[in-house]
């Protein structure tokens, strides 16, 4: 079983920074891709950011140039900075890891508000 937690979500105003985390536990035997999702009010939940365990990542385009995503093997983390918030990136993020045999777990949630 693989156990993830999340944390530094919150409020900040637009234009500001935020900076998550995500630890993993358990069984990480093979563990491939860590990523970011998040799911705004009323709209499928979509991948923000993704890193490979060789350091290979990609994003949304509507995240490209504002947020970063970085991955600590030895610690089994995942963070994504965020800077340059946007009202439109409020939502809640998941963090979520995917393992070579096709297993996919995910985090709680951390919600993420920028308001002025």
């Known amino acids: 079983q693989v156990q993830l937690v999340e944390s530094g979500g919150g409020l900040v105003q637009p234009g500001g920074s935020l900076r998550l985390s995500c630890a993993a536990s358990g069984n990480l035997l093979r563990m491939l891709v860590m990523s970011w999702y998040r799911q705004a009010p009323g709209k499928q939940r979509e991948r923000v950011a993704g890193?490979?365990?060789?350091?290979?990542?990609n994003y949304a385009d509507s995240v490209k140039g504002r947020f970063t995503i970085s991955r600590d093997n030895g610690k089994n983390t995942v963070a994504l900075q965020m800077d340059s918030l946007k009202s439109e990136d409020t939502a809640v993020y998941y963090c979520?890891?995917?393992?070579?045999?096709?297993?996919?777990?995910w985090g709680q949630g951390t919600q993420v508000t920028v308001s002025s």
């Open positions: 890193i490979t365990s060789i350091g290979i990542s």
């Open positions: 979520n890891v995917a393992f070579s045999n096709g297993a996919s777990y």
